[in-house]
């Protein structure tokens, strides 16, 4: 249906969007960017964060980094949700490019813009968890390790992941201060 809508309206930025996240769930990552790349160049904000995930998914962090940097300067100052998942993703983007102060500023930021979201996001607290850990010690990630896992949902892959993770790492802390 969305390609028939397409070839009767070819520049339709919606159906563009819409057609990308029915790639991605059918995993057709590549024809899923080059559908979110005609949203953005037909003007949809909201394909800025896709194809930037996108991005981040395959590696390509200085391709994804411009794109969320446009995405919020395009973004509505009272939509949070797209404004959150900008920030999380552009912390997942400098925590990848090893830029951890950035990285810490714009995962605070995701969880500021996640305050009225129910459930709580579990993402911003398992990246800045990760990043506080290679920026500033094991130490300093405890709290948000705790958050990280009393968030997260297994079901999701990469918050289940992040569940392994946080529970070795707060068992190493844990132990670490024993032995003190």
């Not at 896709?50 to 395959?58: G, K, P, S, V």
């Not at 850990?133 to 130490?139: C, M, P, Q, S, V």
């Not at 918050?159 to 032995?179: K, Y």
Request: charged fraction near 25%.
């Amino acid at each position: 249906d969305y390609e028939q809508a397409l070839s009767l309206y070819p520049d339709n930025a919606k159906a563009h969007y819409s057609l990308g996240r029915l790639y991605e769930d059918l995993q057709e990552f590549k024809k899923a960017q080059t559908q979110y790349r005609l949203a953005v160049e037909g003007g949809l904000n909201y394909a800025y964060n896709e194809l930037a995930r996108l991005y981040i998914q395959d590696k390509k962090y200085s391709q994804a980094v411009p794109l969320l940097l446009k995405g919020l300067d395009e973004a509505q100052k009272d939509d949070h949700e797209f404004q959150y998942a900008l920030f999380k993703n552009l912390g997942w983007a400098r925590f990848k490019q090893e830029r951890y102060y950035e990285a810490e500023a714009n995962l605070r930021d995701a969880i500021f813009h996640s305050k009225s979201f129910e459930p709580t996001p579990a993402a911003p607290h398992c990246l800045l968890a990760q990043v506080l850990e290679k920026n500033k010690g094991i130490d300093s990630s405890l709290s948000e390790w705790h958050l990280c896992i009393g968030y997260a949902d297994p079901r999701n892959p990469y918050e289940d992941a992040w569940l392994n993770m946080g529970n070795q790492h707060i068992d190493d802390i844990e132990q670490s201060g024993q032995q003190e």
